[in-house]
C-alpha cells in the first residue's frame, strides 16, 4: 500500500519544507491546475522544476490542465518519475503514453468521477497507474464521494484479468474515515492531502493511513494473481 501525500493543502510559501515534513511518504503528489481543465490555478512547471532539486522523494505529478498533450512530456522532462494526465483532457492518449514512458516517466491516467472505467480498457497496456478521482478536481479538502468505489473494483477486475500490473490510485477525500472502503475496492495507493497536512504531525498520519491501509483486506482481485478475484 502507497501514500502519496498531495501537497495542495500546504503552506505554498516554503513548499520545500513542507515536502519535508512527509518523510514517510510513498511518493509526494503535486497537483498542477491550469484554469482550464480545473477552475483553479495553482503551480506549474518552473515550480516542479525547482522542487525536483529540493527533494529525491518520488515525485507524482498529476496534471490537471487541457492540454496533456502539449505539456506533460516536459514534465516527465524535469525527471519526475510519476506523470499523470487526465483521460478527458488528452486528445491521443495512447500517444503520450509511449511519449512519456520513452522520456523515463511512470504514466498514470486519471479519470474523473463521471467518467466510465471503459474509457481506459484500450489503453491498460500503456500505463503503469490509474488515477481514480473521488471528488470532483480542482480543490483540496472535499468529500469523498463513495458512488466511484464500484469503478475502483471494476478497474481492479480490468487489470487482473490482463494480468497486468498497474497501480490503482484514489485522489481525493482520502482520511483515516475513508481508506478502509477504497482498499476493500480495490485501490493500493492514496493520495491524501487535508488529511495530512491540516494533521497535527502530517508525518504521523501519513504511517497511521499507511498502517491502516495495510491491515485491510484488499478487494476483488486486488492480491493481483490474475485471477480476476477470488469471492
Ligand atoms: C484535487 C486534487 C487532489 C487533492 C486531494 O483536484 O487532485 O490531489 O489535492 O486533497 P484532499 O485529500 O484534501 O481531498
Ligand atoms: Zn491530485
Given at each position: 500500500?502507497?501514500?502519496?501525500?498531495?501537497?495542495?493543502?500546504?503552506?505554498?510559501?516554503?513548499l520545500?519544507?513542507?515536502?519535508?515534513?512527509?518523510?514517510?511518504?510513498?511518493?509526494?503528489?503535486?497537483?498542477?491546475?491550469?484554469?482550464?481543465?480545473?477552475?483553479?490555478?495553482?503551480i506549474?512547471?518552473p515550480?516542479?522544476?525547482?522542487?525536483?532539486?529540493?527533494?529525491?522523494?518520488?515525485?507524482?505529478?498529476?496534471?490537471?490542465?487541457?492540454?496533456?498533450?502539449?505539456?506533460?512530456?516536459?514534465?516527465?522532462?524535469?525527471?519526475?518519475?510519476?506523470?499523470?494526465?487526465?483521460?478527458?483532457?488528452a486528445?491521443?492518449?495512447?500517444?503520450?503514453?509511449?511519449?512519456?514512458?520513452?522520456?523515463?516517466?511512470?504514466?498514470?491516467?486519471?479519470?474523473?468521477?463521471?467518467?466510465?472505467?471503459?474509457?481506459?480498457?484500450?489503453?491498460?497496456?500503456?500505463?503503469?497507474?490509474?488515477t481514480?478521482?473521488?471528488?470532483?478536481p480542482?480543490?483540496?479538502?472535499?468529500?469523498?464521494?463513495?458512488?466511484?468505489?464500484?469503478?475502483?473494483?471494476?478497474?481492479?477486475?480490468?487489470?487482473?484479468?490482463?494480468?497486468?500490473?498497474?497501480?490503482?490510485?484514489?485522489?481525493?477525500?482520502?482520511?483515516?474515515?475513508?481508506?478502509?472502503?477504497c482498499?476493500?475496492?480495490?485501490?493500493?495507493?492514496?493520495?491524501?492531502?487535508a488529511?495530512?497536512?491540516?494533521?497535527?504531525?502530517?508525518?504521523?498520519?501519513?504511517?497511521?493511513?499507511?498502517?491502516?491501509?495495510?491491515?485491510t483486506?484488499?478487494?476483488?482481485?486486488?492480491?493481483?494473481?490474475?485471477?480476476?478475484?477470488?469471492?
Amino acid at each position: 500500500m502507497r501514500i502519496t501525500p498531495s501537497i495542495l493543502n500546504a503552506n505554498f510559501a516554503q513548499l520545500g519544507a513542507e515536502i519535508a515534513r512527509v518523510p514517510s511518504a510513498d511518493a509526494i503528489h503535486i497537483d498542477v491546475m491550469d484554469n482550464h481543465f480545473v477552475p483553479n490555478l495553482t503551480i506549474g512547471l518552473p515550480v516542479v522544476e525547482s522542487l525536483r532539486t529540493t527533494t529525491d522523494q518520488m515525485l507524482d505529478i498529476h496534471l490537471m490542465i487541457a492540454d496533456p498533450d502539449r505539456w506533460a512530456p516536459a514534465y516527465a522532462e524535469t525527471g519526475a518519475e510519476s506523470v499523470t494526465f487526465h483521460m478527458e483532457a488528452a486528445k491521443a492518449p495512447v500517444r503520450l503514453a509511449r511519449e512519456l514512458r520513452a522520456k523515463g516517466a511512470r504514466v498514470g491516467a486519471a479519470l474523473n468521477p463521471a467518467t466510465p472505467p471503459m474509457a481506459l480498457k484500450m489503453i491498460l497496456g500503456e500505463i503503469d497507474m490509474v488515477t481514480i478521482m473521488s471528488v470532483e478536481p480542482g480543490f483540496g479538502g472535499q468529500a469523498f464521494m463513495d458512488l466511484v468505489l464500484p469503478k475502483v473494483a471494476a478497474i481492479r477486475r480490468m487489470i487482473s484479468a490482463q494480468n497486468l500490473d498497474i497501480w490503482v490510485q484514489m485522489d481525493g477525500g482520502i482520511s483515516l474515515e475513508t481508506i478502509e472502503r477504497c482498499v476493500e475496492a480495490g485501490a493500493d495507493t492514496f493520495v491524501a492531502g487535508a488529511a495530512v497536512f491540516r494533521a497535527e504531525d502530517p508525518d504521523h498520519m501519513v504511517r497511521d493511513l499507511r498502517t491502516l491501509a495495510e491491515k485491510t483486506t484488499p478487494g476483488l482481485g486486488a492480491h493481483g494473481c490474475g485471477c480476476g478475484g477470488h469471492r
